[in-house]
């Protein structure tokens, strides 16, 4: 049987929860505030990079990003057991593409061999019949080497690795609000994102913990208000 002083053990373990629960929100308001200044900072320095573009072509944005573009951040959940208990938290970790195989021709050698296919064929020498006649023949009147076939040595490659940092597609002089966009965006997904998925996650496991709490509470004060009930009686 419960009694008061076990009843009251899970008041202040209710109080414990709530004060957890109230620094878990504060920790989420503030990851949300720390994250809305951050994405508002990027998209405005990428506003000003466009604005300040020389030639007045070139822009900047996800419309233009790169075909073979890669994340350079990924989120890692990781579990962690604490009293049989499962706690899972969220971390961003940098991430590079592997190398991706490509012929080691470049651009020009491919356009230069399709000109070469291009252009017609003089037309051949006709050769002396004694050369001709030198080989062995097959039923259709050509020799044995007419009709091997060719083969094409093929075309080796080569491992190129792909460019991770999305500032190297646009060139060598970079503007420094591109510079400041990045750094943003990356301060924003790096710190402030995973600060609130963590905060979140925190306070829904710690809502459950409150909702089985009060029952357990509600069950220990029937058990006290019986024994009260019996007491009474038994006097």
């Known amino acids: 049987m419960t009694d008061p002083v076990s009843l009251t053990d899970l008041n202040d373990r209710l109080d414990s929860l709530w004060t957890s629960y109230l620094q878990y929100l504060d920790a989420y308001t503030t990851a949300q505030t720390l994250l809305q200044k951050h994405m508002s900072g990027g998209f405005l320095s990428l506003a000003r990079a466009n604005f300040n ?19 350079s951040r990924r989120a890692v959940i990781s579990a962690t057991t604490d009293q049989g208990r499962e706690t899972m ?4 970790v940098s991430w590079e593409a592997e190398p991706e195989d490509v012929p080691t021709e ?19 020498t006709p050769e002396p019949e004694s050369k001709e006649s030198s080989g062995p023949k097959s039923s259709n009147g050509r020799t044995t080497e007419d009709t091997a076939p060719s083969e094409k040595p093929s075309t080796p490659k080569a491992k190129v690795p792909l460019a991770s940092d999305p500032l190297r597609w646009f060139g060598i ?29 925190s306070m829904r496991e710690c809502e459950v913990d409150i909702r089985k709490l009060r029952k357990e509470i509600k069950r220990a004060e029937k058990a006290v208000a019986v024994a009260k009930e019996e007491r009474f009686v038994a006097t």
């Open 53 to 71: 573009a020389r030639d007045g072509v070139t822009r900047y944005g996800k419309d233009f990003y790169h075909d073979r573009a890669v994340p």
């Open 89 to 92: 938290k969220a971390e961003m």
């Open 106 to 124: 470049g651009v020009d050698g491919d356009a230069g061999a399709e000109e070469a296919k291009q252009q017609p064929s003089p037309p051949a």
């Open 173 to 201: 002089l970079i503007p420094q609000q591109l510079r400041s966009a990045q750094a943003s965006f990356r301060t924003a997904t790096d710190e402030a994102v995973i600060d609130a998925v963590n905060a979140s996650r």
